[in-house]
């Protein structure tokens, strides 16, 4: 199974344009490009069964954010409030991605 190409980086604001969750916004909080899914924080969230462990003696049931498919997010920009494609500008210090709407920088959490 090849890579799909992903639109988002982890710590992208995204929204959900599609599904149960569809119109909730949450921060990408891992990027799975092997399976073309991203996990978003506070969206998907399913319950786990978990085994008494040493950690966790008393066992139980956790939430926890489940990945969804990346054709199902879009990047959102806070600047113009509304979901938008991201489109590569260049500049001094190399190439940044842009909102297409407004044309702010979108945020780059991955060089933090």
């Given at each position: ?10 710590g992208d ?24 899914r ?75």
């Amino acid at each position: 199974m090849s890579a799909e190409k992903v639109n988002v980086k982890k710590g992208d604001m995204v929204m959900v344009i599609t599904g149960k969750d569809a119109g909730k916004k949450g921060k990408v909080l891992q990027v799975l490009p092997a399976k073309g899914r991203v996990v978003v924080e506070k969206v998907n969230v399913v319950k786990k069964h978990q085994k008494p462990t040493k950690n966790n003696p008393q066992g139980g049931i956790t939430e926890m954010e489940a990945p969804i498919h990346s054709s199902n997010v879009m990047l959102y920009c806070t600047e113009c409030n509304s979901v938008t494609r991201k489109s590569m500008k260049e500049t001094g210090e190399g190439k940044v991605r842009v909102c297409k709407k407004c044309g702010h920088n979108l945020p780059d959490q991955s060089k933090k």
